[in-house]
């Protein structure tokens, strides 16, 4: 799994992030006067949030102060519109966060300061404009599909959900597509089938393999009374 959050201040002269174009990482949307919310803290001042192939990447509007994760260390994200669970309608994400003590930083501030973002497990991403909000779950849903779990069985089983009867190209988001509208639209990485939590196909096989089993134990069962 990917490494968690992270500070990030690779940044070029027009103020934007230097992507890493050897590895193929292109800008998929920017998106102005967006905020975002670490953990149980309060949401930093409006910035300027990149959404790349990739990663994540958040940058402050002086570009003094930045943060980036992987996809591949995104676990769920879900467009959260209940003013009682956050205050603000956002892009909630759960994030593959560092286990530790605390002790392991405290000899060194700045590695201690890196350890703590390395611990955050949510953030919250606050857009000026609320209404933008599935548009940006969209965004995340198509990355999550460029960046499959590489410990997954099989290529199919990526952790994002498509359906030929879902609204707007299949994507899995808005009210209609949801019991409550109010709230949040989870996107789980993790489903049933990937990372080894529950292998639906398998099972599904293994249950035929064992129905055959037990019809030819019947048969060899009427068999053997036939023949006394």
């Not at 940058?59 to 994200?77: C, M, N, Q």
């Not at 605390?102 to 300061?113: I, K």
Request: glycine fraction near 10%.
């Amino acid at each position: 799994m990917a490494t968690g959050l992270q500070r990030f201040s690779d940044i070029a002269a027009d103020g934007a992030p230097r992507l890493d174009a050897a590895s193929g990482e292109e800008l998929v949307r920017v998106y102005g006067a967006a905020s975002v919310a670490l953990g149980r803290r309060s949401p930093e001042p409006p910035g300027t949030l990149f959404v790349t192939t990739r990663r994540v990447i958040w940058l402050s509007e002086a570009k003094d102060k930045g943060y980036a994760v992987d996809f591949l260390a995104i676990t769920l994200h879900a467009v959260s519109r209940d003013l009682e669970a956050y205050p603000s309608p956002c892009l909630y994400t759960q994030i593959e966060a560092e286990v530790g003590t605390d002790e392991d930083g405290e000899s060194n501030p700045e590695a201690s300061d890196e350890l703590e973002l390395l611990r955050v497990s949510e953030m919250r991403i606050i857009l000026g404009d609320p209404g933008q909000l599935d548009a940006l779950f969209d965004v995340f849903c198509h990355c999550a599909e460029l960046n499959p779990d590489p410990n997954a069985e099989r290529s199919g089983e990526n952790g994002w959900f498509h359906g030929d009867d879902m609204t707007d190209g299949g994507w899995v988001h808005g009210d209609e597509d949801m019991f409550d509208e109010n709230g949040p639209q989870f996107f789980n990485a993790n489903p049933i089938g990937q990372n080894g939590v529950l292998d639906l196909s398998q099972s599904v096989f293994e249950l035929q393999i064992n129905d055959q089993r037990f019809e030819d134990a019947e048969e060899e069962q009427e068999s053997h009374e036939n023949g006394h």
